[in-house]
């Protein structure tokens, strides 16, 4: 029997906020883009058209960045892999590989855009996903290589050096589109606002009163809603990527979305989750996604190499580990009871 789920809202916002006067009310809205739910929440004037204005950059980004859009950018890419030829794209989406690439090298290939193939060939959100043939997972793995997406920056060209590869920015574009939400906030005077986009959450500056935002961080193990714990934050983005997101189930084996890029299969790092906390969310995106991969030791290191950057790690062990950044917002609270807050290493 094969289970299939695949759940949208992976962090739980706790809204405390009570207004009184006509400039604190909170505009809300709620759409779907890039695969998934996105709720926007703004206090200010215009708030209407400003939402509309991000709904429509989103989907904008998404008919350039999506695997799955024919004649978008990355489409055109993937197409013409090995060919030779160089495909002009935006700088939008050049910036995009650029932060790929980087965060790669950082993690030493722990995350890889160029794992497209390997992702089709699991179909994770398919009704009806089955466990691909190991020599299926192993021939593709070949394909896999961040270093084979060659870009020539000045002219906004790149191409990838080999036939059957393909780019899925899955891991990154929604961090990047969380981004610019902020940006068109802060274009149009909003000084107070949060957009969470199936997980990917930002927020500008603190609450209308003038207190943080609280955010519940997700159970991976109970329905949405149910939290282990909450921070307050400003200014802030908050990625989380978890084996309990979009999965299947066969043989009592869970087979999650978060592949390893050098073993083919979901990866087993002896973590449930992984929340990043930082200023830029497309850094989060492909951090929370690297972390997993690499396990709490690992994880852990990489996040306390970069500057500005801070992390929730659960492992399969239901132990919960925060990075020395968190200590004076994080609140753990878990209602289940399951979990263990360590809080030394």
Known sequence: MIKCKILFILLFFIITTSCSNSSN?????????????????????????????????????????????????????????????????????????????KFSD?????????????????????????????????????????????????NLQARLARKGQIVDLGGIAKGYAADQAISIYKKHGITSAYINLGGNVSVLGGKPDGSPWIVGIQNPRQPIGRYIGTLKIRDKTIVTSGDYERYFIKDNIRYHHILNPKTGYPADSGLISTTIITGLSVDADALSTATFVLGLDKGRKLVE?????????????????????????????????EFKYVKER
């Open 25 to 101: 009310n909170a505009f809300e809205d709620q759409s779907f883009a890039m695969g998934t739910i996105i709720t926007q929440q703004i206090y200010g004037n215009d708030s209407k058209k400003v939402s509309d204005e991000v709904n429509t950059k989103i989907h904008e980004l998404e008919s350039i960045m999506t695997i799955n859009a024919p004649g978008g950018e990355i489409d055109k890419l993937n197409n013409s892999a090995g060919d030779g030829s160089w495909n002009t794209l935006n700088k939008e989406t050049i910036y995009v590989l650029k932060k790929a690439i």
């Open 106 to 154: 950082l993690s030493e290939g722990a995350f890889d855009i160029t794992i497209g193939p390997l992702v089709k060939k699991w179909n994770i959100s398919a009704e009806n996903p089955q466990v691909p043939n190991d020599s299926e997972v192993k021939s593709l793995i070949n394909l896999t290589n961040y270093k084979d997406i060659l870009i020539d920056e000045q």
């Open 305 to 337: 190499g970069i500057e500005g950057v801070e992390a929730i790690f659960v492992t399969t062990n239901k132990e919960i580990f925060i990075t020395s950044g968190l200590k004076n917002i994080f609140t753990f609270d878990d209602e289940s009871k």
